[in-house]
Structures are given as structure tokens and as C-alpha cells.
């Protein structure tokens, strides 16, 4: 295992090198995405004035606080808590945020199916799984909110926050063709099986 330390936006090179089981702290930039953000994007054609090449995505619809724009909250608003959902409803859109946008990680909980285990391994991209319920914790990784794309979509607005040492995370979803979640279901079928047959009971 490996802890990787990368600064936003990253190169597909230095996603080729991460593993599964690798952790990874970000810094500089983080966008927060999700379901509707994305229908807009891809279904209703909407564009984003974000440059998304090379950064990493997660999947959350944040809690936040309109204020008084400042330095400290430049985009007018501010973390309260900044929550991660379930990403496997997004998985459509895993291809597209690479090839169209030029994303190379996804942050979410629970992991993603095949499609994007396929699109990992053939564009350069990576999965990030961040541990559910720690939205308190998260949040403490976000410095500011620096700008907000789609806001007529809020919560579910394209964000861009401000990070430092945002993570660790781990490497769930590889470039390799690795899915940790496969791996691990796969062990805990072959030991149900194994603990059944010592039983005398067949599968």
C-alpha cells in the first residue's frame, strides 16, 4: 500500500499509478457532483464553465449557508456539511465526465459497476471510496467554496471547493482493471462456500 499525495488538477500518468488498496490525500480543488448536475450535463446538454480536465469529482449535494461574498467565501456561500451519497446511480455518467471533460477521479461511497471499471481502465480514472457517515469530518477537509456552476440546480449545483489535505481515501477502482469491491465479494462468497462445505452442506 501506497499514501499518495496529489495536487489538482493530476495527469493520467500519475493516475496509471495508483493501485487498489493505495490511499490518496488531495489538495487545491475538488468539485462536488451529482445526480441532477449530471442529467443537465449529459441529458439536456447543459455545458459547465468549469475546466474539469484532470481533477477529481465527488459525489455530494453539500449543505451549505448563503453569505455575503468575501474572501473567505468567494462564491457567496459556505460549508456546513458536506456529505458523499451513494455513487452506483451515477454510473452512466463515469465515461462521459472522462471523455467529454477529461475527469480522472470520482469520489463517492459504495463503489461503481462495470461500466466504469471499464472506463477506469481504457481512459486513465479512478474511484476514491470515502468512509459513510463521516460527512463531519469531510467537511473539516473543505477550506472554502470558491464558485458554483448550475445554481438554479441547488444543492445539487456544480461546486468547486477549496480543499487541503483532503483524504486519506482509498483507492477503490483502479486504471488497472482492479475493483476492490469485486475482490471483496468475491472473498466472502469463496469463504461462505468453503464455511458451508465444512458443514456438509452443498452450494
Not at 12 to 40: C, K, M, N, P, Y
Not at 194 to 201: D, K, N, R, W
Request: proline content about 4%.
Amino acid at each position: 500500500m501506497t499514501h499518495h499525495v496529489l495536487k489538482t488538477p493530476v495527469t493520467e500518468d500519475q493516475i496509471r499509478q495508483l493501485s487498489t488498496g493505495d490511499q490518496v490525500t488531495l489538495q487545491e480543488t475538488l468539485f462536488g457532483i451529482r445526480d441532477a448536475t449530471q442529467i443537465h450535463m449529459f441529458d439536456k446538454g447543459r455545458k459547465t464553465k468549469f475546466d474539469l480536465n484532470g481533477h477529481a469529482l465527488i459525489h455530494t449535494a453539500p449543505n451549505v449557508r448563503k453569505v455575503d461574498p468575501s474572501d473567505a467565501a468567494p462564491a457567496g456561500y459556505e460549508p456546513i456539511c458536506v456529505g458523499t451519497t451513494t455513487s452506483m446511480r451515477m454510473e452512466r455518467f463515469t465515461r462521459p465526465l472522462i471523455e467529454e471533460y477529461g475527469a480522472r477521479i470520482i469520489i463517492g461511497k459504495g463503489g461503481l459497476g462495470e461500466d466504469s471499471r471499464r472506463a477506469f481502465q481504457d481512459l486513465g480514472g479512478a474511484y476514491l471510496a470515502i468512509v459513510g457517515g463521516a460527512a463531519a469530518l469531510e467537511t473539516t477537509w473543505i477550506d472554502s467554496i470558491e464558485d458554483v456552476d448550475m445554481d438554479d440546480l441547488y444543492p445539487e449545483s456544480l461546486w468547486e471547493f477549496k480543499i487541503n489535505n483532503f483524504g486519506p481515501l482509498l483507492v477503490a477502482m483502479d486504471a488497472h482493471g482492479d475493483n476492490l469491491y469485486q475482490t471483496v465479494s468475491e472473498d466472502a462468497a469463496d469463504r461462505r462456500a468453503a464455511a458451508l462445505a465444512s458443514m456438509g452442506v452443498s452450494t
